[in-house]
């Protein structure tokens, strides 16, 4: 099985501010990795695949980068609508989600 | 426009198998590429993917999870039904189903079914 580590479990952050939530797999997947925002009640939404591809629809404040291991998710300035668990996924074999990583608006 | 679906029992007792259904529409499996896969979050937890099917009917499997799920498709109906032995109160979780992207990812989700195992 490839794990998948994200840090940190929870931030919290002000509106305007940019945010960075790491993700790393235990063995290399190149860049099959995507990025899913959920909200409470709510089926996870794709925000990024690929690494670094937005998917159609997403605000451009969001970003990702990474590859082999180390995957980053970035927003550059959190908005209110951000507030939400942001879960990295694999799909390079199967796929696996991280923990998730709870971001909270201060 | 992509839609899913899943229905099924709200209520499962341990030790029973649990059978869900994910309805489809705005693809097939009649296209070639097509996938759909099988989530599952427990209350407060973190996703877990479970399974995985494939328009030649190619199929993967959690390894954890393996012995209990099977996945099968009904083409003609735009349905992909799960199964899961031997239940458990751990295995009380939202259940998602969701489309397989181009990419690989999953870009469009059903709503999740809630299946709570108490006897």
């Known amino acids: 099985d490839i794990q998948m580590t994200q840090s940190p479990s929870t931030l919290s952050a002000s509106v305007g501010d940019r945010v960075t939530i790491s993700c790393r797999a235990s063995q290399s997947i190149s860049r099959w990795l995507a990025w899913y925002q959920q909200k409470p009640g709510k089926a996870p939404k794709l925000l990024i695949y690929k690494a670094s591809n937005l998917e159609s629809g997403v605000p451009s404040r969001f970003s990702g980068s990474g590859s082999g291991t180390e995957f980053t998710l970035t927003i550059s300035s959190l908005q209110p609508d951000d507030s939400a668990t942001y879960y990295c996924?694999?799909?390079?074999?199967?796929?696996?989600f991280g923990q998730g990583t709870k971001v909270e608006i201060k | 426009q992509i839609t899913l679906k899943e229905s099924g029992p709200t209520l499962v007792k341990p030790t029973q198998t649990l059978t869900l259904t994910c309805t489809f529409s705005g693809f097939s499996f009649s296209t070639s590429g097509v996938g759909v896969g099988w989530i599952r979050q427990p209350p407060g937890k973190a996703l877990e993917w479970l399974t995985l099917?494939?328009?030649?009917?190619?199929?993967r499997y959690s390894p954890s999870l393996k012995s209990r799920l099977t996945i099968t498709k009904v083409t003609s109906k735009n349905q992909v039904v799960l199964t899961m032995t031997n239940m458990d109160p751990v295995d009380t979780a939202t259940y998602f189903c969701a489309h397989k992207a181009s990419s690989g990812c999953f870009d469009y989700w059903g709503q999740g079914t809630l299946v709570t195992v108490s006897s």
């Open positions: 996924q694999q799909y390079d074999i199967n796929r696996t």
């Open positions: 099917i494939y328009w030649d009917d190619d199929k």
